[in-house]
Structures are given as structure tokens and as C-alpha cells.
Nanobody, 126 residues
Framework: QVHMVDSGGGLVQAGGSLRLSCVASGRTSSIYAMGWFRQAPGKEREFVAFMRWTSGTTYYADSVKGRFAISRDNAKNTVLLQMNNLKPEDTAVYYC???????????????????WGQGTQVTVSS
């Protein structure tokens, strides 16, 4: 079992920055991909970014490319999401997620993750 705790959300003005953090504990060696998703009120959960943990390869949603960066601290089993040039439409609850390896999984889909953090609120004011 893997336990994930995300943090770092808050209120920021448009154009500002925030850094989210997600710490994984337990059987972390079983995790193949770590991702970030977000869910705004009345909307479905959507993909933000993910990283293949071993290779470090990263993937981003088009809406955040060039503004957000996912990174890791292997020693601390931590994945980070640096968010720059934030926009009001980035307002949402952000969730980190961890997924086991499966050749056929599309890790941009939330249904393909096995473990989730509790979520952290990000609010961007205009």
C-alpha cells in the first residue's frame, strides 16, 4: 500500500506562482508513474502532468505547457509541481496520484492511477 499526502496550495493573484508537493510513503518502489490532476467545481477531474518515475520523462496537458513543471526528489519520495504565470482558470483542487506499471496504461487518464492524495486547493484571483 502507498500513502500520498499533497500540500502547497493557496490563494495567489493571476501571474503569480505556487509550488505543490506530494510525499509518498509505504511501498513506493511499486510506483511507476506519479501525476498531478485537478478538479474545478462542476467539472471532471483533468490531467495536468505526470512523470515516469524511473526515467524522469515528463508529460503535460497543453493548457499548462510552458507554465508548469513537474519534478521529483527521489531521496524524499516527493513529486513537485511548480506552477508559474497562474491564471484564474487554473483554480481547482489539485491531486497527486501514483500508478503501478502496466504497458497498456495511459497515465494521462485518472482511472489508471492506484493511489491518490487528499487534494490541495489552488485559487487564482484576477
Amino acid at each position: 500500500q502507498v500513502h500520498m499526502v499533497d500540500s502547497g496550495g493557496g490563494l495567489v493573484q493571476a501571474g503569480g506562482s505556487l509550488r505543490l508537493s506530494c510525499v509518498a510513503s509505504g511501498r513506493t518502489s511499486s510506483i511507476y508513474a506519479m501525476g498531478w490532476f485537478r478538479q474545478a467545481p462542476g467539472k471532471e477531474r483533468e490531467f495536468v502532468a505526470f512523470m515516469r518515475w524511473t526515467s524522469g520523462t515528463t508529460y503535460y496537458a497543453d493548457s499548462v505547457k510552458g507554465r508548469f513543471a513537474i519534478s521529483r526528489d527521489n531521496a524524499k519520495n516527493t513529486v513537485l509541481l511548480q506552477m508559474n504565470n497562474l491564471k484564474p482558470e487554473d483554480t481547482a483542487v489539485y491531486y497527486c496520484a501514483g500508478g503501478h506499471y502496466n504497458y497498456y496504461r495511459d497515465y494521462s487518464k485518472s482511472s489508471n492511477y492506484d493511489y491518490w492524495g487528499q487534494g490541495t486547493q489552488v485559487t487564482v484571483s484576477s
